[in-house]
């Protein structure tokens, strides 16, 4: 491979080298610095496993013999916690058997001693040009999916394309999001969709309810404690950053937090290191934080109860999913998501849901958003007895939506209005309410109404509808 081919990386490949010959590993790395990539120096096994722990690297290149943590080992240890990165073998005893095991165990190729600098160079390039290849296959796989969602964030409303557009951009990154939005609109799947798109998904997803905890131990939870830190701690303890190393925190209802605990998570996010409770010794952690919130946390600024350093500090990009009244065309989608799910659960088989029963669940104004949507989902499933979810499955204060009382008899407010009235008014009345709910979309509005698109222009002449 010439030079100028050499520097052909357009992205820089991050190289872990891990060699307990200090001089050996630095000719190595120098030489794979000079066609752009990025490496980091382990001069022992040991630290090589720590390294491979805490971050995230595209090649790892290990000499094969090291006292305490051998190249098998290491090898080994890159497998498990970063599967989708290559291993190069390094080894001065190219040996049937040591090869074989390697190979087996999974490296990419192995080389022997003294290096070939030019082969040591093209084996980390066909090797990042596989990963490349590996996760443009994945990108493009999850490509197919994006009219309908982000790994489960799901929707095809205009404000959910821009949701999704946004994790696509931010899943790869380690940037912090703040994410906003009324309770039970999905800010933890949003969280999820972020860890598990990136490439901290092999390591921990650990969400933390900050609204959930006493004042008293959320530091504890957080932070950690030594044995005997305080009054009750028998033990020592992992906070949840220290949980988290490599992968993804999740902090909900960040917008309770105490002012106290504040200043220390922002010093946190500032070092990168924390410090349990009843210990001098800081740590460091790579850790990403998504935080989220129902709060409006400009107003609790202005009312001294949430730092604005800290809050800047949250928000370097902030996402913010609209409530599930504001997208009621993701409604549908959600729907066949939820039964879809649910019958695979309980094990059931359903016909599907009928027009009237889909139309109160598009007109209710969910206040509980999508966990209530999915909760009444599978309450419609766990008692419908006949294969079809129809208005006596719903909940009463959906069922009054369809004129229909709980218990399946005639009733409510929206049947007697219309009591009595000419057919074409009702007709004009529930095809205009019918467009109002799809935004004016035709081809959703005459599938929910059981008719033709042209039948559905021509009723729209005829009534004069906007």
Known sequence: MSQSRSDAFAIAVSVLVVDDDEPHAQAVAESLERINCECTIANSGPRGA????????????????MDDVDGLEILRKAKEELPDSEVIVLTA??????VVTAMQSGAY???TKPLDIQELRQAV?????????????????RGLDEKFGFEGVIGNSPSMHRVIEQLKNLAPTDTTVLILGESGTGKELVARALHQNSPRKSKPFVPLNISALPESILESELFGHEQGAFTGAASKRIGKFEYANGGTLFLDEVGEM????????LRVLEDRRITRIGSNEEKSINVRLVAATNADLKQAMEEGTFRSDLYYRLSVVTIYLPPLRDRREDIPLLIDHFLKEFCKRQGREVEGI???????LMTFDWPGNIRQLRNTIEGMLALDVDGLLDVDDLPSELAELCGQSSDGTAGGAGADVLIGRPLEEVERYYIARTLELTGGKREETASMLGIGERTLYRKIKEYDLK
């Open 93 to 98: 005893h190219s040996s049937v058997p040591t």
């Open 258 to 265: 105490p002012t106290d605990t504040q200043i220390k998570l």
């Open 109 to 111: 190729t192995y080389l």
């Open 354 to 360: 009928s027009r009237a029963a889909r139309q109160a």
């Open 125 to 141: 390039e066909k090797a990042s040009s596989r990963i490349r290849l590996l996760r443009r296959n994945v990108a493009l796989s």
């Open 50 to 65: 720590e390294l491979i722990e805490s971050q995230n690297f595209d090649v790892i290149i290990t000499d094969l013999k």
